[in-house]
């Protein structure tokens, strides 16, 4: 409305003023009364708020020559008695010419003991006969700009009042008011702000090192957390529909594009245990990236470290562990080209942005180690000692060819907290605003001024911030500019360059940032995929998932949710430990040796879905002096194994003296690491003895013996036959019967051993035949149980 409407039951200002005059005439003698009592508060502030004020608009938020102010919201009586002849009025307070009294100002925005300022009169304000208790009224009150007796340029106190009277004080006085403040800047600035305002666009760790089998590699994700954000209405959803339309630097982690391009295809959900389920937001994950390709054309965009890694655990905790700063090297270098392959646009890499911009020398080393040359910092850890009067330029120099961007921490944390609330977020805006325009007026120099917000707003921050910016770029103060032309400006010679020392380091951050620990468990982690590598014939389908599934176990997003970094570390790492295991080798067991020489076989097993090589397999005896391998105390043979498949590795023994040795097979990448667990087992070896052998050889002599003694006797008897043919025996008998030397009428002498004394190398040699085998020996190569697809959650490599 213009001016307050004569609502039915209302009364009118005239009738108000009979009423007001009335009850001031009714209440003179307790006046009079009370003015003979101690000095006690004015009448119009009695004590705190009966009833509150809350603002739901404030429009426009910074108003130019020629314009109305529209003012909505709500007034709700807190007491326990109806306030009668109830209005709500408008009230323009004092010039605030400093930063500091704006900040003085806004905590007492409520406080009915500081100056009230004049109301602006009852043309412009809204009756109410009567506000009930508990009950909240839907107020609106509009007064064109001309009307408010604005002076000149700059920051004015403005309050909505609402004022009556109750049973227990009969006399109109001010029972609540909520202040906040009016920019105004009658016409354009002769010197205009040149303003950078970041826009992040950061989300927490949503996918896994897990990957499924096949060729594409279905990715996992932690939760469905990432759809939520990006479906319509979301947090990011609407970060990007606000920010298309805002003159804004972009600043974006390049893990958020990896993973919602990785939802535009097959995904899948981590369950409980092994198990997962299918993701079905490719549609909203496609129309995202979509509008997101359109916000950034042509815009600046600056694309963070992958991950976006904690700059200041890393600094503080990581640098004593071994190749930490390497991972954000990696991350550094994959920014880039995830940006291009996702977006299409080419990001500036040259920015690292520290936790809340607070920095110290170890930061800021570490910032720029991995080739960022400026530093986001925040004015309230780079402060001002220099005595200035004003709010410096962003960029300094702080040595080594590195600038610190300096962002203004008063309108950087402008929008944090609940902003849930309407009355909270208008009174946000109107405090940013009331701060810049104060800021442009303090000096007639032309400055840069940066402002960094928290990484992730929430949906509400996220709306007030963009009206504050659109505030901005319609008012008549500011002007946008990037935020690489912001680092190129002349810096002020007058601002600080001194980066402050460790000490001064907040300690609610430093709380908050990964420990020691979690960094020996990425270097731990960064091992084990190093030595796994190397045997693989395609290291890319593992190296690059748990490469930057280890980037995210750096993230800035892990503070304030240690258990979850923790479960996450321990996920990344115990699934590599899964897919090194499932390339190991069989257990054996107790293998004999009937002989001086054997073949020993040991088997190998692939489980993953690609091929295994670089590995070398040796078998090494525990007693070289009983049992030699190959002719050595150990000997080693290269392995190389299709994947799904098993290969049987068989290494030649020689037998030196009997009995049990221990024998232990160990795998080893050709750079001599040992490869997952050893196996060992007994070789027992039962070799003939010098006495088994006479024994033997006697027993062939012996039967040597009987058959030339056999051979004699029936050469005699078939000579007596031949002679008796020419002519009969006297006696008229048969011939003898041929001596028996032994059972059954044989010639063979009872009991002896007929078996061939020969060793089975020495049978070999004389049949030209190779070692034998040991019976349990498998074949050479065996093909997969199942030529099946494999099943979700089956051990593969990713």
């Known amino acids: ?139 609106s009150v509009s007064v064109p700009v001309d009307k408010l007796d604005l002076g000149q340029d700059g920051v004015y106190q403005f309050g909505v009042s609402v004022s009556g009277q109750t049973s227990a004080q009969q006399w109109d006085q001010v029972l609540g008011i909520q202040r906040t403040f009016l920019p105004w800047q009658s016409s354009e600035a002769d010197t205009k702000t040149k ?71 097959n995904y899948r959900i981590q369950g409980a245990g092994d198990s997962t389920t299918a993701g079905t937001h490719q549609a909203v994950a496609k129309q995202f990236l979509s509008d997101l390709q359109d916000a950034v054309a042509d815009r600046e965009v600056v694309a963070l470290p992958f991950a976006d890694p904690d700059l200041a655990s890393l600094a503080h905790n990581g640098t004593s562990v071994t190749g930490s700063l390497s991972h954000l090297k990696d991350a550094t270098d994959v920014a880039a080209t995830t940006v291009r392959t996702v977006l299409h646009v080419t990001a500036d890499t040259d920015f690292a942005w520290p936790v809340e911009g607070a920095v110290d020398p170890s930061i800021i080393k570490v910032a720029t180690s991995a080739g960022a040359d400026k530093v986001i910092a925040r004015s309230d850890s780079l402060q001002e000692t220099g005595g200035l009067t004003y709010t410096p330029s962003a960029a300094r120099p702080i040595g080594g060819g590195t600038t610190a961007v300096v962002a203004d921490a008063r309108l950087s944390t402008a929008f944090e907290g609940d902003l849930t609330n309407a009355d909270s977020a208008v009174l946000s805006v109107q405090k940013f605003l009331a701060q810049s325009l104060a800021l442009n007026t303090q000096t007639g120099k032309q400055r840069s001024i940066v402002i960094a917000p928290q990484r992730m707003p929430s949906a509400s921050q996220a709306q007030a911030m963009a009206t504050a910016i659109t505030a901005l770029q319609d008012g008549n103060w500011s002007q946008f500019q990037d935020l690489a032309s912001a680092a190129k400006d002349k810096p002020d010679p007058g601002a600080t360059t001194k980066i402050p020392s460790s000490s001064a380091y907040p300690s609610s951050l430093r709380k908050q940032e990964l420990p020691r620990t979690a960094f020996e468990q990425i270097a731990r982690t960064q091992d084990k995929l190093d030595n796994f ?23 800035t997003s892990w503070r304030g949710h240690g258990s979850e970094a923790d479960t996450f570390r321990t996920g990344v790492e115990t699934w590599l430990d899964d897919l090194i295991g499932q390339v190991k080798l069989i257990d054996k067991s107790e293998t004999k040796l009937s002989g001086r020489s054997a073949t020993i076989p040991v088997t190998v097993q692939n489980n993953l879905v690609q091929g295994v090589d670089h590995l070398v397999l040796r078998l090494t005896s525990s007693m070289p002096t009983r049992l030699e391998i190959g002719g050595k105390p150990y000997y080693e043979q290269p392995v190389e194994v299709s994947g799904g498949h098993s290969q049987s590795v068989k290494f030649s023994t020689s037998a030196n003296a009997n009995g049990r040795v221990e024998v232990t097979a160990q ?122 697809p494999s099943e979700t959650g089956e051990r593969v490599d990713r």
């Open 1 to 139: 409305m213009a001016e307050a409407a004569d609502f039915q039951g209302t009364p009118s200002p005239a009738r108000r003023w009979l009423r007001r005059t009335g009850a001031l005439l009714a209440g003179a003698p307790l006046l009079a009364g009370l003015m003979q009592l101690p000095a006690a508060a004015p009448a119009q502030a009695a004590g705190s708020d009966t009833v509150s004020v809350a603002l739901d608009s404030l429009s426009p938020s910074a108003p130019s020559d020629g314009d109305t102010l529209t003012v909505s919201g709500t007034v709700t009586n807190n007491g326990k008695q109806a306030v009668t002849d109830a209005h709500v009025g408008l009230r323009v307070g004092g010039l605030l010419s400093t930063r500091s009294a704006i900040d003085t100002a806004a905590q007492h925005s409520d406080d009915l003991q500081t100056s009230l300022g004049t109301e602006v009169g009852d043309k412009y304000a809204e009756d109410f006969d009567s506000l009930s208790p508990g009950v909240a009224e839907h107020f």
């Open 533 to 555: 590598q190397v045997i693989l014939t395609d290291e890319s389908r593992v190296v690059t998932p748990f490469g930057r599934a280890i980037n995210r176990e750096m993230s």
């Open 667 to 788: 795998l080893y990448t050709e750079d001599g690491q040992e490869y997952g667990d050893p196996v060992k087992f007994d070789v027992k070896v039962t070799e003939v003895t010098p006495t088994v052998m006479l024994v033997i050889g006697g027993g062939v002599l012996l039967l040597v013996l009987a058959g030339f003694r056999m051979y004699t006797h029936r050469k005699r008897a078939t000579a007596r036959q031949a002679e008796e043919s020419d002519g009969p025996d006297e006696a008229g008998a048969a011939p003898d019967a041929p001596e028996s030397d032994g059972p059954e009428g044989t010639d063979e002498p009872e009991n002896r051993d007929t078996r061939d004394d020969r060793l089975p190398q020495e049978s070999a040699a004389r049949s030209g035949e190779e070692d034998p085998e040991q019976p349990s020996d498998p074949t050479p190569d065996t093909a997969p149980e199942s030529a099946d």
């Open 195 to 265: 303003t950078t305002y970041l826009w992040p666009l950061i989300s927490t760790v949503h996918v896994t090192a897990r990957t499924g089998a096949g060729e594409l590699q279905t990715p996992v994700f932690l939760n469905d957390d990432l759809a939520k954000e990006i479906s319509p209405g979301g947090r990011l959803a609407q970060m990007l529909a606000l920010g298309k339309d805002l003159d804004v630097t972009w600043v974006i982690d390049p893990d958020l594009l990896a993973s919602v391009d990785a939802m535009t295809r």
